[in-house]
């Protein structure tokens, strides 16, 4: 009875996998809002009937997409700081930097589905907010151990934020315990900047205009790691 009920959820996981695959290639043709559950039951051979018993509507699939995705960044994320010195903050900020722009820039679609235009009509479940925290949990690490090491200098003609952002930056602060304010701010702008820089270049905004994109993306990275900041 084990040893059946074992073989169906093999089964069930392979047929899972496949049909997110195969999702995966109808957003780089579709996009996210064309992605269509019947079209994919036909290329799979399955009727449209079946594939329901797995995903029980599109924005099911969507959601296992998203979450794929999350977390695929998060692993990228975690394995490029975890090759890193743990007390050269610098070398883990630009590591995880450049993490995050190789696996859009292999994962183009998966990118634009994580941090592109809304699909309108979906709502993201609860679900994804664990998979979406994991690269930001990794970056608030680097800012807090990098904090009570003293290994922040404040940058020059940085000013205060202003009051009124108190309650969002003890929001924020939850991923950077013991982190000052202002320091938590600063966080927010490097690591929206670097989502930024990634965006510009995928969706073409570069295109005709800036040629060295990697040189470009590794200064702009050395400079949010000072206005961290950090140094070295």
């Known amino acids: 009875m084990n040893a059946s009920r074992t ?84 070398r883990r900020w630009l590591a995880v930097c450049r993490a995050v722009r190789d696996w859009a820039l292999a994962h183009p679609h998966e990118y634009a589905l994580l941090y592109g235009s809304p699909v309108p009509g979906y709502r993201a479940p609860a679900d994804t907010i664990g998979p979406a925290s994991r690269d930001t949990i990794v970056y608030g690490r680097i800012i807090a151990e990098a904090h009570r090491e ?25 991923m950077m315990p013991g982190v000052p304010g202002d320091v938590v701010a600063r966080a927010v702008i490097a690591w929206t900047s670097l989502f930024g820089m990634v965006s510009f270049e995928l969706f073409g905004q570069f295109n005709n205009v800036i040629e060295h994109r990697a040189e470009l993306f590794e200064h702009n990275m050395a400079c949010l790691a000072r206005l961290l900041g950090l140094s070295g």
């Open 7 to 90: 073989a169906r959820e093999r089964v069930r996981a392979e047929l899972i996998r496949e049909i997110t695959d195969i999702a995966r290639r109808h957003l780089a043709t579709e996009g996210a809002a064309g992605l269509s559950l019947r079209a994919v039951a036909r290329e799979m051979g399955m009727v449209s009937s079946a594939i329901y018993r797995y995903f029980p509507s599109r924005d099911d699939l969507l959601t296992a997409l998203i979450i794929n995705g999350y977390n695929a960044v998060g692993e990228a994320v975690e394995k490029a700081d975890a090759a890193c010195p743990r007390e050269d903050f610098t």
């Open 150 to 174: 003293g290994r922040l200098a404040p940058p020059p003609m940085c000013p205060e934020p202003p009051a009124v952002l108190s309650p969002d930056i003890e929001a924020v602060r939850t």
